[in-house]
């Protein structure tokens, strides 16, 4: 018998015959969907009906045109036309409860007998498309945090070779500044052992030698107190002294240095000024002797002044005092402002290495006025007119 | 004794009047500027053999004084010493090594070390 006499399988026949294939699709987690080309539903497994929460209805013989079960944005004749095409692609379709699902569609085209008809597998991608963006997110949010901590850090690295530079500049600066004086009192020692000396010459050696040595002293002690500072062991000690006593020795001192260089120095005392006060005369002195002293050393010419204020507090013990210190001097450029009161950055300008000194007064003055519970700022600077800064402290007033 | 012209460049007035005082009592002739550009002035009209120049000071430091000493035909040739109380190294020097001839640290030398040193030097 020839092949062409073999006879053809009856459509009961091959239904039946697909009946164990049937029950391994309907047992299968992927949904299946055959369909023929006009968009009859021929065959849907248990897991597409569960998808679509339609357990209980036959899908088997409906066709697609009537409701697009799987897309809310493709239409069912685009979908058809899109299975048929044999290409992989994605919906998205809502369940039952609502919930959005996003399905990957593989499908195959094949004949039987002379009608065109795919077979879909779709599988439920919704929780690995969430998945995948939780991981996109996250991967984003995390270079956005390593960007920003980059950077972070990379600004941390620059203040911290800022300040390496600063110290070493500064440590520069300090051999440079022990070394002067110490150069004087060795050298005029060495006149002083001549003979051949006048009374007058001596006398004015001498003088170089205790004045270089007061230098000397004065800038090892103000390096030492910054260590101090620095380190949280300066002790504060206060108790009543004259107020108007402390002012009047700073007058003296400095009213000599002034006219030295030409300059006029000018102290006001405001109305109600206390005679004495209670708080760290030490302390207060250093503070003021840095701020008029530096205002001397930075003016070459016209005054510094020094402003005393009281601001009261009916019945309240503690009064705020304002020590206001100006002078007409260089000033200070606008962008050094921020970096006045530090003890190491201001040698990041390489003008303050130049300058006579330790460079830590302000520094100094700063951090001992907070100790006092006060402050000492800049008030204003200008390179054309002169700077004034305030050293505000509340104080006790209490008679003697 | 020597009758070498010294020109010292020194901004401290205490030290200025120490050396000048020093070097003077061994028979020096020396001259005194407060500043970098008084001195390059003072440099041509003395005539000076040498130039004790410090580093630190306002306005124009040493290495700007240098570079001007360079500028002037009649300063170039000049040799300098520098005196100062930085530490060798500090300041980048070394374009101008045809016409510095050493480094001295102040600290380390009194007057009559230095006056010795510059006789030294001109013998």
Known sequence: MSASQVPRPSKKYLAMSLDPYREMFEEMDDMILILDDSGMIEFANTALRRQLGKNRIRFTGRNLSERNYFDDLLSAEELLKTIFEEKSFITRSKTHAGENRHLDWKTKVFVIGKKKKAMAIIRDMTEHMDLQKKVEDYTKNLQEKVYERTHELEKEKQKAIELHQAKALFLSKMSHELRTPLTAIRGYAELLEEDEISDADRKQFVSVIEKNARGLLEMINETLNMIKIEQDRYQIHEKTFSLCNLIKHLMDTYQVLAREKGLQFHCQLGEHIPENIYSDPIAVSQILTNLIGNAIKFTHKGKVSLSVKIRRFPKKITQKLYFYVSDTGIGIPSHYHKRVFRSFEQYLDNQSVHERGSGLGLAISHQLAKLLNGEVKLLTSDTQKGSTFVFSLPVRIKSA | ?123
């Not at chain 2, 000048?20 to 003072?42: A, D, M, P």
């Open chain 2, 1 to 123: 004794m020597s009758q070498h012209r010294i020109l010292l460049i020194e901004d401290d007035e205490d030290l200025a009047t120490l050396y000048r005082i020093g070097l003077e009592k061994e028979g020096f002739i020396v001259y005194t500027s407060k500043n970098g550009l008084q001195g390059i002035t003072k440099a041509i009209e003395k005539e000076v053999d040498l130039v004790l120049l410090d580093l630190m000071m306002p306005l124009a430091d040493g290495r700007d004084v240098l570079a001007m000493l360079r500028l002037n035909a009649k300063s170039q040739n000049i040799p300098v010493i520098i005196i100062s109380n930085l530490n060798p190294g500090t300041l980048d020097l070394s374009q101008y090594d045809d016409q510095v001839i050493d480094y001295w640290v102040k600290s380390e030398i009194t007057p009559k070390m230095l006056a010795s040193r510059l006789q030294s030097y001109f013998s």
